[in-house]
């Protein structure tokens, strides 16, 4: 599997010595190298274990919700992998695919930036991110409903647990003193999912989401989807589909973070392209590409 991060030039995996503790400099490393290596592999980001994980899960309300729906016997799988990539992933009635509640992956990162975000005399800074290599939330027993249709890529229904997962990213970030969770979502809906807690990096794409999403709310969000990805959503400044473009979108956790979307430069942006443009949908036509494209491809593999 290909991890996101892999793709982005303004990352940069950090050293193993910033991922060592300080008291560890006067120590033999030989003597302890391997030791520190297994805890690591034991433990989600090398630093929580699965008792550990399991009081997040509970304080970020995650557990209470799965009871609702009848989940119980819950169990916690941890791993880091050769390039540093933490997984975690949630059970009920035993560790199997067919048992799989959240599959969670991160990479801890370093965001650069790029100088056009900012004022010419600016000095670039440098944030202390975790990476949302991959996420899943998917119900095993349930199968999609005629009122949440199956979205493009989507392979099970979701558990609706999506707030819940950001306040465990909250109480995650806030122990790690890291500055945010960056994704880059694959697809539209995925970004309008994220969008209750992340904005886009770039304040343009902030402002166009949120136009869309005003001029476009007497349709359905399955519908919407399918406008994007059929190209049938029309900015209608330009009189030019509306293509998504998949770009950081960062959920704040540090103040010097939140000090950047709050600054008057992001809200200048932003709110020039939320005034400035304007979308419809040609429904008519989405809902022929969408038959044609559905009569070669399964919905899974958009």
């Not at 399991?54 to 309300?61: V, Y």
């Not at 989940?71 to 059970?91: G, H, Q, R």
Request: aromatic fraction near 14%; include cysteine; charge should be positive.
């Amino acid at each position: 599997m290909k991890f996101k991060s892999e793709k982005l030039k303004n990352f940069q995996i950090p050293e193993l010595s910033q991922m060592l503790d300080s008291e560890l400099s006067e120590i033999e490393i030989g003597d302890v190298l391997g030791n520190i290596a297994r805890t690591r592999r034991n433990s989600f980001l090398g630093r929580f274990s699965k008792s550990d994980l399991f009081e997040i899960l509970k304080e970020a309300g995650v557990l209470d919700e799965l009871r609702k729906d009848g989940f119980e016997d819950f169990s916690i799988a941890v791993e880091i992998d050769d390039t540093m990539v933490s997984y975690m992933k949630l059970y009920s009635g035993g560790e199997s695919p067919a048992n799989l509640l959240i599959d969670l992956r991160l990479t801890e990162n370093k965001f650069i930036p790029e100088k056009r975000f900012f004022p010419l005399d600016f000095e670039i800074p440098t944030y202390d991110m975790i990476f949302i290599e991959w996420l899943s939330l998917q119900n095993p027993r349930k199968g999609f409903a005629g009122n949440k249709p199956q979205l493009p890529g989507q392979m099970k229904p979701g558990l609706g647990l999506l707030k819940n997962c950001f306040n465990m990213m909250y109480i995650v970030g806030k122990e790690i003193t890291k500055d945010g969770f960056m994704d880059i979502p694959d697809h539209f809906h995925g970004a309008v999912m994220y969008s209750r807690k992340f904005k886009f990096f770039n304040p343009v794409q902030e402002g166009i989401l949120h136009a869309m999403l005003r001029d476009l709310r007497k349709y359905s969000f399955y519908d919407i989807t399918w406008g994007m990805l059929t190209e049938t959503v029309i900015d209608t400044y330009k009189n030019k589909p509306q293509k998504y473009e998949p770009s950081e979108q960062i959920f704040q956790v540090s103040p010097r973070m939140k000090k950047y979307y709050t600054s008057i430069a992001y809200k200048t942006v932003y709110l020039r392209y939320y005034h400035r443009k304007k979308f419809k949908l040609d429904y008519d036509e989405m809902v022929k590409r969408r038959g044609e494209i559905l009569k070669s491809r399964s919905i899974e593999e958009l």
